[in-house]
């Protein structure tokens, strides 16, 4: 045992030798952040979780099936995690906004019991609940022979990918990379969404990191545990003042609802300023969008000449504190 021990510290120390990104937990030069880090100041409190294929490229085995969204929220553990299973996702929330500061800005943690053994996602980020914005990831990771089901992959050739770490450490992540990105205000995001990465290089179902490079995982994983197992989100800055603090609308309805041909939108606005208002259909296409300086008051718009074709809708109301969103759906 102690010669194994020995010769796989050596393989981590060749690694880091001819390091492009950063080594794993435990060696010099890491960016893993451990769960009981005094840098962090909160934990995701809401968790929607949309599952994955056990294995994609044969669905007969349905759908991951271990946790469910519950166990994503809090601080890590290592042990109660949700399974997202192949191109799954998970959209969490906070109480406060999750806010760009000094580096690391938020870390998501994965429950891999070894260094090498290492199942990847994708992290978006989104100030709204309705458009979401991919950090930029590399992955150099060969992607001509497939990492099996429980092979190996060098944390030093993976950047921005959650997952990078074993359990209880987690993959810092830094909104500095989203500076200026239209759309996306990282002095607000409300939303971090983690998608699986499906690790095949089979072009059929592989997925690609920001360079165009083929993503490889261990795949297939066909287990109910398949996919990146998401433990937590931990915040490391956030706003002071809480989301629900922060909402200057209130009273948001349309009307009627569903509607068809014509319809109102009416919200409530607690104070004056200068509201930005969008409507986006579900593909996240913006159908409509006005920037004005409101008085304080019930704001009242007439849906009539926007000729909305039938489908689900998503009204985002914003302004330089505060966003709301109310979905409403028309019919034909």
Not at 31 to 59: E, L, P, Y
Not at 297 to 323: A, C, F, P, R
Request: aromatic share 10%.
């Amino acid at each position: 045992m102690k010669r194994r021990l020995l010769n796989f510290a050596g393989i981590l120390f060749a690694a880091v030798a001819n390091a492009q990104f950063a080594p794993p937990a435990g060696i010099s030069g890491t960016t893993a952040i451990h769960k009981d880090s005094s840098v962090f100041v909160s934990w995701a409190t809401g968790c929607t979780v949309n599952r994955g294929w056990q294995d994609i490229s044969n669905t007969s085995a349905g759908l991951a099936t271990i946790g469910d969204s519950s166990n994503a929220l809090g601080m890590a553990d290592g042990l109660s995690v949700v399974s997202l299973g192949d191109g799954g996702s998970a959209t969490l929330t906070f109480d406060n906004p999750v806010t760009n500061g000094p580096g690391w800005d938020f870390a998501v943690f994965e429950n891999s019991f070894l260094q090498t053994f290492l199942e990847l996602a994708f992290v978006e980020v989104s100030s709204d609940g309705v458009n979401y914005f991919r950090f930029p990831s590399v992955s150099l990771t060969q992607d001509t022979v497939q990492v099996n089901s429980f092979g190996s992959v060098d944390a030093t050739k993976i950047n921005n990918l959650a997952g990078k770490y074993v359990a209880l450490f987690g993959t810092p992540f830094d909104l500095d990379e989203m500076i200026n990105i239209p759309g996306l205000d990282v002095m607000h995001i409300t939303h971090i969404r983690v998608v699986d990465v499906v690790g095949s290089v089979d072009e059929m179902f592989a997925t690609y990191d920001s360079q165009g490079h083929k993503v490889n995982d261990p795949w297939p994983t066909p287990f109910p545990s398949s996919g990146f197992d998401l433990d937590a989100v931990g915040v490391i800055h956030q706003s002071t003042t809480s989301i629900q603090e922060q909402s200057n609308f209130s009273n948001i309805q349309v009307f009627p609802n569903p509607l068809h041909h014509s319809g109102y939108l009416k919200y409530s606005l607690n104070k004056s300023s200068t509201v930005d208002l969008k409507i986006y259909s579900a593909d996240g296409s913006m159908v409509f969008g006005e920037k004005s300086f409101q008085s304080g008051g019930v704001q009242t718009l007439s849906l009539n000449e926007m000729k909305l074709k039938k489908g689900v809708y998503i009204v985002v109301l914003s302004d330089d504190t505060s966003v709301s969103t109310h979905k409403f759906i028309v019919n034909e």
